[in-house]
């Protein structure tokens, strides 16, 4: 404490950093590590692993195909209402905080917050049956109290009811096959985006596991983390700056099938992928992500302090992180700290990182248009991240699943690592179940109803025959006349 106290005096007196803001070395450079120069001068640590498989299959599995139809209406005073109008695979998939949700159902989330004094939008035809929910978990039917009742009873107030047209309306129509996707596919690739103050090393049980199984892993240090370059300057960790480094690592490791695992901060990363190559993200997990907001930087934040007030207070947050990062604070977690090289970064990238957290295109609409099955991971005693956020982002999403974890905080992943492989795992082979076909039935059924259609006929057309009949026998009887003539 005392020698961050005198080295943060000297960064004040200097106006220098106290920090030497340099790659970390690493200490394992042949175990699957890499340096990827993504920009000139700006180099990050990769670690790469290829397994050696045994076996190579090909996906043979069908897997199930899922039909993605939602339109999702934007109005001028904040409210969003979503309506999905296809199959969303109903309780396999959606498990919403207000029930079930059946099939081509109107579910309608009302965004905003509820402490605003604006108007509510009224949508005519659509309030009765239409559930609108505020972000305090408030549910509303009407416009309020008695006020529906009235409306009714005095058709006179109806013409001046004017209807708002909606700012924006996105409409979403495609077919998305989900196969399952086992470590004996080759194209497979899953990859690992830590958040602030982590690298690459808080995977490392994950990375193990995968390998161990199989698939083929990437995980990166962001700039100014673990082992990868740290510029000088505040624009390089931005979060334009930092996802165009992820960008750019996806392309150069991309296969046909990709899984994005991200944490905390890097779940903003991957849902920046998800929608940029949409058809080669085949499935994403949000660990501790938080609520489907936009970023932008608190105007009050400790972080706004300046480099050399932090760099003195830096055992204060380190221990602040150690206490809401961890569900237990003993000797293992701290341990846990400084193995994987977590909440190691300068003062300098930690101020920049806090305050280049700008994203005005990642709100709610952003995540709502998003139709690549989404795992969600959370730490029941997480601090940073409340679990109401996660469950907001899982009743945004269109493919969501939640699972949340009573013995985990934050580092989930570093805290309970057999828990956390196994949902990965589970979700990485899931596929949803294809219903039979009733193709067999639907033919069998036209050829019944043309067979049945042509005995009605032959039964209704006895009047046809019998005038035919009736000639033949009057002729007949003719010939007995004339032979009887004859004789």
């Given at each position: 404490m005392l020698t961050s106290f005198m080295e943060g005096l000297l960064c004040c007196l200097?106006?220098?950093?106290?920090?030497?803001?340099?790659?970390?070395?690493?200490?394992?450079?042949?175990?699957?590590?890499?340096?990827?120069?993504?920009?000139?001068?700006?180099?990050?640590?990769?670690?790469?692993?290829?397994p050696d498989r045994p076996v190579v299959e090909e996906p043979t599995g069908q897997g199930g195909s899922i039909s993605c139809k939602r339109k999702i209406t934007v109005y001028r005073n904040g409210q969003l209402f979503i309506e999905n109008l296809g199959d969303r695979a109903s309780a396999e998939l959606k498990h919403c905080q207000n029930g079930d949700t059946e099939p081509n159902s109107t579910v309608e989330v009302e965004l905003t917050d509820c402490g605003n004094p604006s108007p509510h939008v009224s949508i005519p035809e659509a309030r009765s049956d239409s559930l609108s929910a505020g972000k305090d978990g408030t549910c509303e039917a009407g416009a309020g109290g008695e006020a529906p009742a009235a409306e009714q009873t005095d058709p006179s107030q109806q013409p001046r009811k004017r209807r708002r047209k909606p700012k924006r309306t996105v409409v979403i129509d495609c077919e998305r096959k989900i196969t399952a996707c086992k470590g004996t596919h080759s194209d497979v690739a899953l990859f690992f985006i830590h958040g602030v103050g982590g690298s690459l090393d808080i995977w490392g049980s994950q990375l193990d596991f995968f390998s161990r199984l199989g698939y083929e892993v990437i995980a990166a240090d962001l700039a100014g983390h673990g082992a990868s370059s740290a510029p000088q300057i505040a624009a390089a960790y931005t979060f334009y700056a930092l996802a165009e480094d992820m960008r750019l690592i996806f392309k150069r490791y991309a296969r046909k099938r990709n899984i994005l695992i991200g944490h905390s901060y890097g779940v903003s990363f991957c849902t920046f992928l998800a929608h940029e190559y949409p058809e080669q993200i085949h499935k994403m997990v949000m660990i501790n992500g938080g609520g489907p907001t936009a970023l932008e930087p608190s105007l009050c934040s400790i972080f706004n302090l300046p480099t050399c007030v932090l760099h003195c207070l830096s055992p204060l947050l380190a221990w602040s992180f150690l206490k809401a990062g961890f569900a237990r604070q003993g000797a293992k977690e701290k341990q846990l700290l400084k193995d994987n090289n977590a909440f190691n970064v300068s003062s300098f990238v930690l101020r920049a990182m806090m305050s280049g957290q700008y994203w005005p295109e990642g709100d709610e609409v952003y995540h709502a248009e998003l139709t690549v099955p989404i795992l969600l991971v959370h730490g029941m005693h997480d601090k940073f991240v409340p679990v109401e956020e996660d469950q907001r982002m899982a009743e945004i999403l269109l493919l969501a699943f939640l699972k949340v974890l009573e013995d985990g905080s934050h580092m989930i992943m570093m805290e309970c690592p057999e828990a956390v492989n196994t949902l990965l795992h589970e979700f990485f082979l899931w596929e949803p179940a294809t219903p039979a076909p009733p193709k067999k039935e639907s033919k069998a059924r036209p050829e019944t109803a043309k067979a049945q259609s042509d005995n009605a006929k032959a039964a209704s057309e006895p009047a046809k025959v019998r005038p035919a009949t009736a000639r033949q026998t009057s002729s007949n009887t003719e010939e007995e006349l004339d032979s009887g003539d004859k004789k």
């Open positions: 200097t106006s220098k950093s106290a920090n030497v803001v340099v790659p970390v070395e690493t200490s394992e450079p042949a175990d699957g590590y890499e340096f990827v120069e993504v920009k000139p001068g700006r180099v990050l640590r990769v670690r790469h692993i290829i």
